[in-house]
């Protein structure tokens, strides 16, 4: 199985298991009040697993376990700020907001971890337009990469702007992509835009 696949099945069994802790000490807590209502003055209770405990204590047992449950929740989805299944992945150059001259070649550099079987594409899209030139894949594995794009806005009849964007692709974007280049004017399913940079070409 894909690491980014393992994943996704360990956090979907955290979430899970979270919620399964709320639930149960929510529908321990809601049983708790209905015992109250229908014995009044009731000083202890049999829990559902055979304890006896004083009516405060089981209460506070139950908010302690749908507290425990909303916690495991709120941690994994503040975990990582990239969704589960995707790489994690930095684009360190050019710097937002790069001036070159039209037909100046552009230095593009970054690093990937957790890429498994896809890859990650490197586009070119043209402002106002948002028309994208499939450059090429930049990266097949987890580390770092460097490409240098050649002769950039060498045609430009006037400043624009331009947008770098790395696209992480599996078999199905892959697909997509080889068959569309080198112009496209969408990206196909599978296709997971992961950074953008734009530069500005005077």
């Known amino acids: ?25 929510l529908a321990l807590l809601v049983w708790l009040l209905m015992s109250a209502r229908r014995r009044s003055g009731v000083a202890e209770v049999r829990l559902p697993w055979g304890i006896e405990a004083r009516m405060p204590t089981a209460v506070f047992i139950a908010l302690v376990v749908f507290g425990a449950g909303l916690y495991v929740i709120s941690r994994r989805l503040e ?3 990239s969704p589960p299944g995707l790489a994690e992945v930095h684009l360190t150059a050019p710097a937002k907001g790069t001036v070159i001259a039209r037909g100046d070649d552009v ?7 957790g890429l498994g079987n896809d890859k990650l594409y490197l586009l070119r899209q043209f402002q106002p337009t948002g028309q994208y030139r499939i450059l ?25 702007n331009v947008t770098y964007a790395l696209v992480q692709a599996d078999s199905v974007c892959q697909q997509f992509l080889d068959r569309a280049g080198p112009y496209t004017e969408t990206l196909g399913v599978g296709c997971e835009t992961r950074q953008k940079v734009l530069i500005k070409v005077r």
């Open 1 to 25: 199985m894909r690491p980014e696949r393992v994943a996704v099945v360990n956090d979907t069994a955290v979430l899970v298991g979270g919620a399964a802790l709320a639930l149960v000490g």
């Open 136 to 160: 090429l894949p930049v990266a097949y594995q987890d580390g770092s990469w460097d490409k240098v794009d050649r002769h950039v806005g060498g045609d430009f009849k006037k400043p624009r």
């Open 107 to 113: 230095r593009l550099a970054g690093s990937v971890r």
């Open 79 to 81: 975990q990582d700020g």
